[in-house]
T-cell receptor, first 115, second 112 residues
Framework: DMKVTQMPRYLIKRMGENVLLECGQD?????MYWYRQDPGLGLQLIYI???????SEGDIPKGYRVSRKKREHFSLILDSAKTNQTSVYFC??????????????FGPGTRLTVL | QQNVQQSPESLIVPEGARTSLNCTFSDSASQYFWWYRQHSGKAPKALM?????GEKEEGRFTIHLNKASLHFSLHIRDSQPSDSALYLCAVSDTGGADRLTFGKGTQLIIQP
């Protein structure tokens, strides 16, 4: 069963605390993504990872960093969280094997609140 | 940088009607065009894609792509209440299929 998982699903942190969001996929996809979604702004790409230790900045990388040490696992880290990082964070994965032209499969999301 | 715009922002249509959603993009070299659907509180899920000019139909859903006009659209016939969702269009960046720029979305409500 093809699946992208995210942990935790809900998280409340205080400003200045560190945050770790985790994502896993069981499809052996090479490419993984972190997005944030805010009302009226659509999905904004934070980071993209093309494989283990091969990460690139997306459109809004400031204040975030990522880690990918295994193909099936991709982490998003917020060092010293800020209130404007309150959002819903989605992880996704994709592969262009089999000609599906990199359809992205999304996880269920993590709702992060920074107080 | 790719600029993707969707219209309208929101739309209410009666059950059984035909619905049209629009998306414009700025990079004429873009190659891959997607519609994703996101039900309330759920993850976005790919609905349809198109990679060459023209039309593609899957069931009640049809995509039109006109690269010269920098425009593509999603048409839903016989709209159902279960079609109520946020519809996101997405366009690939030049040079690769895997990096997409998403529009801000159209919130579609189908009234029974």
């Amino acid at each position: 069963d093809m699946k992208v998982t995210q942990m935790p699903r809900y998280l409340i942190k205080r400003m200045g605390e560190n945050v770790l969001l985790e994502c896993g996929q069981d499809m052996s996809h090479e490419t993984m993504y972190w997005y944030r979604q805010d009302p009226g702004l659509g999905l904004q790409l934070i980071y993209i990872s093309y494989d283990v230790d091969s990460n690139s900045e997306g459109d809004i990388p400031k204040g975030y960093r990522v880690s990918r040490k295994k193909r099936e696992h991709f982490s998003l880290i917020l060092d010293s969280a800020k209130t404007n990082q309150t959002s819903v964070y989605f992880c996704a994965s994709s592969s262009d094997w089999g000609g599906n032209y990199a359809e992205q499969f999304f996880g269920p999301g993590t709702r992060l609140t920074v107080l | 940088q790719q600029n993707v715009q969707q219209s309208p922002e929101s739309l209410i249509v009666p059950e059984g009607a035909r619905t049209s959603l629009n998306c414009t993009f700025s990079d004429s070299a873009s190659q891959y065009f997607w519609w994703y659907r996101q039900h309330s509180g759920k993850a976005p899920k790919a609905l349809m894609s198109i990679f060459s000019n023209g039309e593609k139909e899957e069931g009640r859903f049809t995509i039109h792509l006109n690269k010269a006009s920098l425009h593509f659209s999603l048409h839903i016939r016989d709209s159902q209440p279960s079609d109520s969702a946020l519809y996101l269009c997405a366009v690939s960046d030049t040079g690769g299929a895997d990096r997409l720029t998403f529009g801000k979305g159209t919130q579609l409500i189908i009234q029974p």
